[in-house]
């Protein structure tokens, strides 16, 4: 199995609030996972990827951060939300070493008030 | 670095036949993939090409040209269900996961 468990589904948060976003894989040990962020008609913005526990790289420094607290849980937080973390968030697993092929979570619509 | 160049949209009629252009920059590569996304949903697993040439999955293709930095996704026999968001992406080593900014499909009657 290849499911990805994401929730919630959509968010609305106030400005300066916290975020709490959890994934969590089924399928082989030690997946790579991501977290992306795609505003309205855009791209997919990677966030920050993680190819073992406790290990976290992080592409867009800004007020988020992952942590990666069990082999299948990947956590994606914010100590205080901007207008601009607005967005769809989806958390994904890599198939193999290479990634040549990526599952994802059904993804968060996160609403910034 | 790396970057991915897609066309940002892309109009085709049922039935037709559609290319989807994706050029690459990249510091050591690995293959080129392709995703498809509908409005609202999560981007989904389309094909990967490790080799330069061809491969066929039913109506969609996938091509890869290394020395041109170059691939495309090919769908034939359009149909509407097809209207959505088709990114490419490249893996790194190391983990990283890169994706083109998407080219959106519409497929007219």
């Known amino acids: 199995s290849q499911t990805i468990h994401q929730w919630p589904a959509t968010l609305v948060q106030p400005v300066g609030s916290p975020l709490s976003l959890e994934c969590t894989v089924e399928?082989?040990?030690?997946?790579?996972l991501y977290w992306y962020r795609q505003a309205a008609g855009r791209g997919l913005q990677l966030l920050f990827y993680?190819?073992?526990?406790?290990?976290i790289s992080s592409e867009v420094p800004q007020n988020l951060s992952a942590s990666r607290p069990q082999d299948r849980q990947f956590i994606l937080s914010s100590k205080k939300l901007l207008l601009s973390d607005s967005g769809f968030y989806l958390c994904?697993?890599?198939?193999?070493?290479?990634?040549?092929?990526?599952?994802f979570g059904q993804g968060t619509r996160l609403t910034v008030v | 670095g790396q970057s991915l160049e897609q066309p940002s949209e892309v109009t085709a009629v049922e039935g037709a036949i559609v290319q989807i252009n994706c050029t690459y920059q990249?510091?050591?590569?690995?293959?080129l993939s392709w995703y498809q996304q509908h409005d609202g949903g999560a981007p989904t697993f389309l094909s990967y090409?490790?080799?330069?040439g061809l491969e066929e999955t039913g109506r969609f293709s996938s091509f890869l040209s290394r020395s041109d930095s170059y691939g495309y996704l090919l769908l034939q026999e359009l149909q509407m269900k097809d209207s959505a968001s088709y990114f490419c992406?490249?893996?790194?080593?190391?983990?990283?996961?890169?994706f083109g900014q998407g080219t959106e499909l519409s497929v007219k009657p």
């Open positions: 994904a697993r890599g198939q193999t070493t290479m990634n040549t092929e990526a599952f």
């Open positions: 399928g082989t040990s030690n997946p790579n």
């Open positions: 993680s190819v073992g526990i406790g290990q």
């Open positions: 990249t510091s050591g590569f690995y293959g």
């Open positions: 090409n490790a080799l330069d």
């Open positions: 992406a490249v893996p790194h080593q190391g983990g990283k996961l890169i």
